[in-house]
């Protein structure tokens, strides 16, 4: 099980940013995954989570309205796109799935003037 994780960087409040993660080694198409993110101290935090099929999707209350999660069963992928990014926004972004229990790297966004 893998998960890669990019689209990170730096940002100005307001801004925008699209993660992506590329998941292998296990059914994808059939998996609920999620978006967690992570700042120092701090305990992960479940960002965003959708169904195989993306019918049944949860959002974080800071982030609702603001990010949205969305997948590629095609490519083994899913995506979170984030808009009006906040300073607070700011942490390592992660992908999971919720029947493994393996971790990516990790993806850093910094949201700063």
């Known amino acids: 099980v893998q998960f890669v994780e990019s689209g990170g960087g730096l940002v100005q409040p307001g801004g925008s940013l699209r993660l992506s993660c590329a998941a292998s080694g296990f059914t994808f198409s059939s998996s609920t995954m999620s978006w967690y993110r992570q700042t120092p101290g701090k305990e992960r935090e479940l960002v965003a989570r959708?169904?195989?099929?993306?019918?049944?999707?949860y959002y974080a209350n800071s982030v609702e309205g603001r990010f949205t999660i969305s997948r590629d069963n095609a490519k083994n992928t899913v995506y979170l796109q984030m808009n009006s990014l906040k300073p607070e926004d700011t942490a390592v972004y992660y992908c999971?799935?919720?029947?493994?229990?393996?971790w990516g790297q990790g993806t850093q966004v910094t949201v700063s003037s």
């Open positions: 999971k799935a919720l029947s493994k229990s393996e």
């Open positions: 959708m169904n195989s099929v993306g019918t049944n999707l």
